[in-house]
């Protein structure tokens, strides 16, 4: 089974940058399209970005221009970089790895990592 480790979130000032870093193991990484989700007390989770294979990427449109999503193959790891950050983004961030194309459509990724908190402060 892959299992996904995240690391990275913590609590930053609103117009920071914070960079989330999520590591693969148990499986072949290049195989797996990738993609981060959040979720805000009392709100529904939502899809954040995603990278394929390919690594083409795609995005909401809240967070288009502000952040970016990335893979490394060679170390198994996926990365989003937040710049801009407002305090609307404060939320709970989980990575996610899926052997299908991962879209906002996507509810039931194959593996979850455990989630980061990123807090943005006003």
């Known amino acids: 089974q892959v299992q996904l480790v995240e690391f990275g979130g913590g609590l930053v000032q609103a117009g920071g940058s914070l960079r989330l870093s999520c590591a693969a193991s148990g499986g072949t990484f290049g195989t797996y399209a990738m993609g981060w989700f959040r979720q805000a007390p009392g709100k529904e989770r939502e899809f954040v970005a995603s990278?394929?294979?390919?690594?083409?990427?795609y995005y909401t449109d809240s967070v288009k221009g502000r952040f970016t999503i990335s893979r490394d193959n060679a170390k198994n790891t996926v990365y989003l970089l937040m710049n801009s950050l407002k305090p609307e983004d404060t939320a709970v961030y989980y990575c996610?790895?899926?052997?299908?194309?991962?879209?906002?459509?996507?509810?039931?990724?194959?593996?979850w990592g455990q989630g980061t908190q990123v807090t943005v402060s006003s």
């Open positions: 996610a790895a899926n052997p299908a194309p991962i879209t906002k459509a996507t509810i039931d990724p194959a593996y």
């Open positions: 990278t394929s294979r390919s690594a083409y990427s």
